[in-house]
Each structure stands twice: as structure tokens, then as C-alpha cells.
């Protein structure tokens, strides 16, 4: 039977919310509520709209892990859109196993670890906003790279890439900070994608044009040599 495990701790509510969506929320509901003290009737129904949509967009569901040694799970919701190993890139010394995942603004964007060890270093880009889902879009748009060196000193990185509509990226982990598979580590508003750069002879386990659960779906598997605990 296949384990699993909660990497933080159950949400104690039906209906999670991220954190940076309140704000949003809250002047939403206000907004409508203005509208509706002023019986401006039609304006009323599409902010009340606007801000259900915002809080849907903001959702935050509680995830279980699979608990399979070696196993890297997705970082986010949405379709892989590329997989294939990569004889070089900025974020990756070497070849690399790459994936990368999109995110329309229907998915879920809580971002999540995709495997357990240390963050060693947090890189910033403010570049520009191409469709995610084009592959110029891992170098020039704006992105946030965060490098992750496993017990056994091998490597991997996480790249949030904003897209077209995203103009915020949000990361809570630091420099330093020891992370589990599956924990939330981060959030890109309103449409983007995620690249996940691993050692080149990590097992790949999904295909392009697969949907995906970030902290629920395994993305590879890798090899023995990575799975020290």
C-alpha cells in the first residue's frame, strides 16, 4: 500500500485560503458592498463575482504526500507542457532533467517543495511577461530560482516563472532554511508556470500533456544515489 504523509499541518477550515489573497478578498467584498448600499444593482453582481473568483483563484486545499524514498513531487497544479534532459542551463551545472508545468488562472497556484534537503541560494530576475508557456519565458520573464542541495550533496532548483497576466511572485523560504517534500513555499499570481531542473539520470514518471497536483503527483523518481536520508 502507498504512504503518505501531511508536510504542514491540516488547515483547520473547509475552504483554505492563501494568505496574500485576503487582501484582495477583503477590498472586493468591500467594494460590493458599497455598490450595494448605493443600489447600483448591476455593478453589485460583478464585484460579488470578481471577488469569488479571486478567492477561488487564492484557494490553498490541503495536500497528502506520497511518502516513496526518492520521489520528487510537482511544485504546482496545472499540464506538463515539457520534459526532456537539457545539456545546459542557468539554473543547473551540467545536463539536467528538466520539466516544466503550466498554470492557467483556473489552477490552484499555491507552489510547493518538491523534494526534502536545504535551500542554498534564492535568485531574483525582474524580467519581462511573455505566455508562460512559451520556453523563452524560463529566461526572460521575471522569475524566482530556488536551489535546494539534497543530503547526499546533489542538487536540484525550482524556478517560478511569472507569465503573461502575473505580476508577483511570492517566496516565504530563505537561504539556509531545511524544507519537506510537499511543504508550500510560495505563490505566483494569476497565471504562470514552474521549471524543475533535477540530476540528468533522474527517472522521468509523466509525459507532456500530463496534468498535474502539486505535493500529490510524482513527477521522477531519483536514483538511488539521491535518496540517502
Sequence with gaps: MKKFRWSDSPRLTAFPIAAAGYPLIVAGAFTTAVLALLGLT?????????????????RDPD???PDTP??????????????AVVDSSAFYDGPSLKISIFMTVFNVHVNRI????????????PGKFFSANLEKASLENE???????LKDGRQLCVVQVAGL?????ICHVQPGDNVVRGQRFGLICFGSRLDVYLP???RLEVSIG????????????LTKGAQKS
Excluded at 42 to 58: D, E, K, N, P, Q
Excluded at 165 to 169: L, N, P, V
Aim: net charge positive; hydrophobic share 50%; aromatic share 8%.
Design 42 to 58: 448591476t455593478l453589485t453582481l460583478i464585484a460579488l463575482v470578481a471577488t469569488f473568483c479571486v478567492g477561488a483563484f487564492f
Design 63 to 65: 495536500r497528502v504526500i
Design 70 to 83: 526518492g520521489a520528487v513531487v510537482s511544485p504546482a497544479d496545472g499540464k506538463v507542457i515539457s520534459a
Design 114 to 125: 518538491v523534494h526534502e534537503g536545504q535551500v542554498k541560494e534564492i535568485s531574483y530576475y
Design 143 to 149: 522569475h524566482n530560482a530556488v536551489f535546494v542541495e
Design 165 to 169: 497576466i502575473a505580476r508577483r511572485i
Design 200 to 202: 540528468a539520470d533522474t
Design 210 to 221: 500530463e496534468k498535474v497536483k502539486a505535493g500529490t503527483s510524482i513527477l521522477a523518481q
